[in-house]
């Protein structure tokens, strides 16, 4: 199975970036939607971004226009360009398979605060 392993979050102000990297310890060709997501505490964990093995992307309407996801499928790594961050982005974000997923990884927190 599939290990994943996500890296890049941060504490950042208040319309500011982050890159977040997914590193697969198998092939992800085999992952034909690969997934972003993220639980903020008290609430449930949510689908925000997603991509096919053929590129198409899919954005939760909360993220739409400021954060882009991508792959490379050579190096076995999914990408999350998160722009123009706000405080309600702020939760622990993990890669995926969708729908059905395999062991969650650790994630990685993303802290917007001033």
């Known amino acids: 199975q599939v290990r994943l392993v996500e890296s890049g979050g941060g504490l950042v102000q208040p319309g500011g970036s982050l890159r977040l990297s997914c590193a697969a310890s198998g092939s992800i060709k085999s992952i034909n939607v690969m997934g972003w997501y993220r639980q903020a505490p008290g609430k449930q964990r949510e689908l925000v971004a997603a991509?096919?093995?053929?590129?198409?992307?899919d954005y939760a309407d909360s993220v739409k226009g400021r954060f882009t996801i991508s792959r490379d499928n050579a190096k076995n790594t999914a990408y999350l360009q998160m722009n123009s961050l706000e405080p309600e982005d702020t939760a622990v974000y993990y890669c995926?398979?969708?729908?059905?997923?395999?062991?969650w990884g650790q994630g990685t927190q993303v802290t917007v605060s001033s």
């Open positions: 991509i096919t093995s053929g590129g198409r992307t």
């Open positions: 995926n398979n969708f729908p059905s997923v395999f062991n």
